[in-house]
Protein backbone atom coordinates (compact mmCIF):
# COMPACT_ATOMS: atom_id res chain seq x y z
CA UNK A 1 0.00 0.00 0.00
CA UNK A 2 1.41 3.45 -1.01
CA UNK A 3 2.43 5.86 2.28
CA UNK A 4 1.71 9.08 -0.08
CA UNK A 5 -0.74 9.09 -2.53
CA UNK A 6 0.23 12.53 -3.62
CA UNK A 7 3.76 11.62 -4.41
CA UNK A 8 2.68 9.27 -7.28
CA UNK A 9 -0.01 12.34 -8.90
CA UNK A 10 1.10 13.75 -12.13
CA UNK A 11 2.34 17.16 -10.78
CA UNK A 12 4.26 14.87 -8.39
CA UNK A 13 6.29 13.57 -11.32
CA UNK A 14 6.27 16.95 -13.08
CA UNK A 15 8.08 18.77 -10.00
CA UNK A 16 10.50 15.72 -10.06
CA UNK A 17 11.14 16.68 -13.93
CA UNK A 18 11.53 20.40 -12.57
CA UNK A 19 13.73 20.28 -9.78
CA UNK A 20 15.84 16.95 -10.47
CA UNK A 21 19.38 17.53 -9.86
CA UNK A 22 21.20 15.59 -12.66
CA UNK A 23 24.67 15.47 -10.13
CA UNK A 24 22.41 13.70 -7.53
CA UNK A 25 20.46 11.81 -9.80
CA UNK A 26 24.13 10.19 -11.50
CA UNK A 27 25.30 10.14 -7.58
CA UNK A 28 22.25 7.60 -6.93
CA UNK A 29 23.00 5.53 -10.63
CA UNK A 30 26.41 4.91 -9.03
CA UNK A 31 25.47 4.06 -5.79
CA UNK A 32 22.51 1.46 -6.99
CA UNK A 33 25.55 0.04 -9.97
CA UNK A 34 27.63 -0.52 -6.87
CA UNK A 35 25.28 -2.03 -5.12
CA UNK A 36 24.07 -4.43 -7.60
CA UNK A 37 27.76 -5.48 -8.95
CA UNK A 38 28.50 -6.51 -5.36
CA UNK A 39 25.56 -8.42 -5.10
CA UNK A 40 26.26 -10.14 -8.01
CA UNK A 41 23.08 -9.00 -10.15
CA UNK A 42 25.32 -7.65 -13.13
CA UNK A 43 28.59 -7.63 -14.21
CA UNK A 44 30.16 -4.03 -14.25
CA UNK A 45 29.37 -3.45 -17.76
CA UNK A 46 25.80 -5.04 -17.95
CA UNK A 47 25.06 -2.77 -14.71
CA UNK A 48 26.40 0.48 -16.50
CA UNK A 49 24.32 -0.55 -19.72
CA UNK A 50 21.68 -1.25 -17.29
CA UNK A 51 21.37 2.70 -15.89
CA UNK A 52 23.04 4.82 -18.37
CA UNK A 53 26.44 5.72 -16.88
CA UNK A 54 29.58 6.07 -18.73
CA UNK A 55 32.61 4.13 -17.38
CA UNK A 56 34.13 7.15 -16.84
CA UNK A 57 31.08 8.63 -14.68
CA UNK A 58 31.62 4.93 -12.33
CA UNK A 59 35.10 5.16 -12.15
CA UNK A 60 34.68 8.82 -11.08
CA UNK A 61 32.34 7.92 -8.63
CA UNK A 62 34.68 5.08 -7.07
CA UNK A 63 37.51 7.53 -7.13
CA UNK A 64 35.54 10.14 -5.59
CA UNK A 65 34.49 7.39 -2.63
CA UNK A 66 37.82 5.89 -1.83
CA UNK A 67 39.28 9.32 -1.84
CA UNK A 68 36.74 10.04 0.70
CA UNK A 69 37.12 6.81 2.91
CA UNK A 70 40.98 7.07 3.04
CA UNK A 71 40.91 10.69 4.55
CA UNK A 72 38.34 9.45 6.84
CA UNK A 73 40.42 6.84 8.26
CA UNK A 74 43.46 9.39 8.56
CA UNK A 75 41.15 11.80 10.34
CA UNK A 76 38.39 10.20 11.84
CA UNK A 77 36.01 13.08 11.38
CA UNK A 78 34.12 13.51 8.09
CA UNK A 79 33.86 17.65 9.36
CA UNK A 80 38.03 17.92 8.28
CA UNK A 81 37.55 16.79 4.92
CA UNK A 82 38.11 19.22 3.03
CA UNK A 83 41.41 20.74 5.26
CA UNK A 84 43.06 17.30 5.95
CA UNK A 85 42.61 17.24 2.12
CA UNK A 86 44.73 20.34 1.16
CA UNK A 87 46.91 19.81 3.89
CA UNK A 88 47.77 17.30 6.30
CA UNK A 89 46.64 14.38 4.46
CA UNK A 90 48.29 14.86 1.34
CA UNK A 91 51.99 13.22 1.75
CA UNK A 92 50.08 10.49 3.47
CA UNK A 93 48.32 9.77 0.80
CA UNK A 94 50.74 9.53 -1.41
CA UNK A 95 52.21 7.39 0.20
CA UNK A 96 49.05 5.19 1.02
CA UNK A 97 48.84 5.62 -3.10
CA UNK A 98 52.12 4.61 -3.66
CA UNK A 99 51.53 1.39 -1.43
CA UNK A 100 48.10 0.91 -3.29
CA UNK A 101 50.01 0.10 -6.44
CA UNK A 102 52.40 -1.75 -4.98
CA UNK A 103 49.64 -4.75 -4.16
CA UNK A 104 47.25 -3.77 -6.71
CA UNK A 105 48.88 -6.13 -9.44
CA UNK A 106 49.74 -9.66 -9.65
CA UNK A 107 53.16 -10.88 -9.56
CA UNK A 108 53.15 -11.93 -12.98
CA UNK A 109 51.64 -8.02 -14.12
CA UNK A 110 54.13 -5.97 -11.74
CA UNK A 111 57.00 -7.77 -13.05
CA UNK A 112 56.08 -6.60 -16.68
CA UNK A 113 55.04 -3.11 -15.69
CA UNK A 114 57.66 -2.79 -13.10
CA UNK A 115 59.70 -0.02 -14.61
CA UNK A 116 56.63 1.74 -15.36
CA UNK A 117 55.45 1.42 -11.95
CA UNK A 118 59.13 2.32 -10.48
CA UNK A 119 58.32 5.77 -12.01
CA UNK A 120 55.25 6.44 -11.14
CA UNK A 121 56.30 5.38 -7.45
CA UNK A 122 58.83 8.04 -7.88
CA UNK A 123 57.01 10.79 -9.25
CA UNK A 124 54.56 10.20 -6.52
CA UNK A 125 57.05 10.20 -3.86
CA UNK A 126 58.91 13.43 -5.14
CA UNK A 127 55.68 14.90 -4.87
CA UNK A 128 54.81 14.10 -1.24
CA UNK A 129 58.31 15.08 -0.37
CA UNK A 130 58.20 18.51 -2.02
CA UNK A 131 54.18 18.82 -0.44
CA UNK A 132 56.25 18.08 2.82
CA UNK A 133 58.96 20.69 2.92
CA UNK A 134 56.31 23.25 1.26
CA UNK A 135 54.39 22.53 4.56
CA UNK A 136 57.77 22.88 6.66
CA UNK A 137 58.47 26.12 5.16
CA UNK A 138 55.27 27.47 5.97
Known sequence: MLLDR????????????????PEKDNLHKCMVVEQSIGDGDFSLDEALEAYLLSKEEYESYIAKKSNAN??????????????IKTSFAAPLYIEIFVKM???????????LLSKRIGKIKKELQGMSKDIKELKAKA
Open 6 to 21: KKYTESAYIGEELFSD
Open 70 to 83: IFLSLSGNKAFYST
Open 101 to 111: LDSSFDDQLHN
